[in-house]
């Protein structure tokens, strides 16, 4: 079936980093791709998304690149501070046009920023 | 202004008791989802309202889980003669669906423990 997987489940940065997280996805009528930030006992923190019509998107210290041609949606943290550690998802919708529907999440990858 | 609630926080119960789980949408979000993370798991898409439509029910694993949406806010998700295998993380998301905004807001989830 259709699935969002991710390339490295755990990553380890040093303070002031810049982290790169990863996502393969398979799904190519999926028009809306969305990165969550889930900290222990947390539910899921919506950080940054992007539409398929785009291929790269700035918020403040986040950038997702999306390329659609590989299928793959990457996710870079600038200047990484210790709060950043958590668990990042990420997650596709093919939505059919909608704004609304299910998301297809990956498995996570755990982001652990040393002092 | 609030985001979405979930209660109870947790609930541990035994083996073949019925559980429900409450979730309080975002005040305006005519669209309500449920989803299941099993330790150390990705989320698992389980149900979906979006305001007066069937709901999609592709999700659910077994007609033990049911859900309803009473007057387009509140959902209970409920789970009949629970099983060991139920234990998770239940969380529950809302959006909007004008159109401009396809963003996921979720809740802190309830934990599930089955005995």
């Known amino acids: 079936g259709e699935s969002v997987g991710l390339h490295l489940p755990t990553l380890s940065v040093q303070e002031g980093d810049n982290s790169i997280i990863n996502c393969a996805y398979s799904n190519s009528a999926s028009d809306y791709f969305i990165w969550y930030k889930q900290e222990s006992g947390k539910g899921p923190q919506f950080i940054i998304d992007?539409?398929?019509?785009?291929d790269k998107r700035q918020g403040q210290r986040v950038t997702v690149l999306l390329n659609k041609t590989v299928k793959h949606l990457s996710l870079q943290i600038a200047a990484t501070q210790p709060g950043d550690s958590a668990v990042y998802f990420c997650?596709?919708?093919?939505?059919?046009?909608?704004?609304?529907?299910?998301?297809?999440f990956g498995q996570g990858t755990i982001l652990t920023v040393h002092p | 202004g609030a985001g979405v609630s979930q209660s109870p926080s947790n609930k541990v119960t035994e083996k073949g008791k019925d559980v429900e789980l409450r979730c309080d949408p975002i005040?305006?979000?005519?669209?309500l989802y449920w989803y299941r993370q099993s330790l150390g798991q990705g989320l698992e898409f389980l149900i979906y309202?979006?305001?007066?439509?069937?709901?999609?029910k592709s999700g659910l694993p077994s007609d033990r889980f049911s859900a309803e949406r009473t007057g387009g806010s509140v959902s209970t998700l409920t789970i009949q003669r629970t099983q060991q295998e139920d234990s998770a993380v239940y969380l529950c998301?809302?959006?909007?669906?004008?159109?401009?905004?396809?963003?996921?807001?979720f809740g802190p989830g309830t934990r599930l423990t089955v005995l």
């Open positions: 998301a809302s959006s909007t669906v004008d159109g401009l905004s396809d963003t996921q807001y």
């Open positions: 992007i539409r398929s019509n785009m």
């Open positions: 309202f979006q305001g007066n439509s069937a709901p999609d």
């Open positions: 005040s305006g979000h005519t669209a």
């Open positions: 997650a596709e919708k093919d939505a059919g046009g909608t704004s609304y529907g299910k998301l297809t």
